[in-house]
């Protein structure tokens, strides 16, 4: 059973920094790509940033790139991301992803497995 689980959200001042973090349990990593999207009220689910197992397949969405990094810890099975420069258009829930294929997806519905989401505001 894939179980994901996020941490790490809160309320921070504009051009401050979070680190977020998804931990993994389930995934067979040889296989799966793991991924960051966020959701704000009335709006669709948006992709952020993706890692493929090894972590040498990367691919960010325009409005984040230079400014978060996605990484992942397969020994700890965590998956990070450090949101630098963070702007008030960046608050959302933002969830974690899993999918059992070694192919990025920017989109949600090729993704099988969820965490509950963390709430990130970022005021002006």
């Known amino acids: 059973q894939v179980q994901l689980v996020e941490s790490g959200g809160g309320l921070v001042q504009a051009g401050g920094s979070l680190r977020l973090s998804c931990a993994a349990s389930?995934?067979?990593?040889?296989?799966?790509?793991m991924a960051w999207f966020r959701q704000t009220p009335g709006k669709e689910r948006e992709f952020v940033a993706a890692?493929?197992?090894?972590?040498?397949?990367?691919q960010y969405s325009d409005p984040v790139k230079g400014r978060f990094i996605i990484s992942r810890d397969n020994a700890k099975n965590t998956m990070y991301l450090q949101m630098n420069s963070l702007k008030p258009e960046d608050t959302a829930v933002y969830y974690c992803?899993?999918?059992?294929?070694?192919?990025?997806?920017?989109?949600?519905?090729?993704?099988?497995?969820w965490g509950q989401g963390t709430q990130v505001t970022v005021s002006s």
């Open positions: 890692i493929t197992w090894n972590g040498r397949s990367i």
């Open positions: 389930g995934l067979t990593y040889s296989t799966d790509v």
């Open positions: 992803a899993a999918r059992t294929s070694a192919i990025i997806s920017t989109n949600p519905d090729g993704y099988s497995y």
